[in-house]
Structures are given as C-alpha cells and as structure tokens.
C-alpha cells in the first residue's frame, strides 16, 4: 500500500480542489467532497500508471483541509 498526502481547498467559485504533496502536477478539483475523493484517486492511479508504469493495489489517502470556506 502507497500513503498520500492530498491538501483539500475550495476556491472562490464553491469548487473542491485536492494536490496530491508527493507529486509534483497532481491534482483535481470537482463540486462535491465525495466527488473530489473519487477523483483524486483516480488521478493518483492515471498519475502513477504514466510515470512510473505502475499502479499499487491499494493507495490511502491521508487528507488535509486547508482554507475552506
């Protein structure tokens, strides 16, 4: 199992936004939490299969809000 960080905000507009810490370019954003969880690992996995050509079995997530408002 891989561990990453994800910083949550929301931005002006009421959006999610999740940035994955441990790599660099990764990130997304949708309208709801749970949406924004789904997404988010989902763009881990795209992430890790393009750059380093593989995809764990498992990947947690260790969330931090910052700045929601």
Known sequence: MREFHVV????EEGYF???????SGC???AKSHD????RIKETIEL??????GQI???IKIIET???LT
């Not at 949550?8 to 931005?11: A, W």
């Open 8 to 11: 949550v905000t929301q931005d």
């Open 17 to 23: 936004v999740a940035e994955v810490s441990e790599l």
């Open 27 to 29: 990130h997304t954003q």
């Open 35 to 38: 949406e924004l969880m789904e």
């Open 47 to 52: 992430y890790l299969d393009v750059v380093e």
């Open 56 to 58: 764990p079995e498992e």
């Open 65 to 67: 809000q910052a700045a």
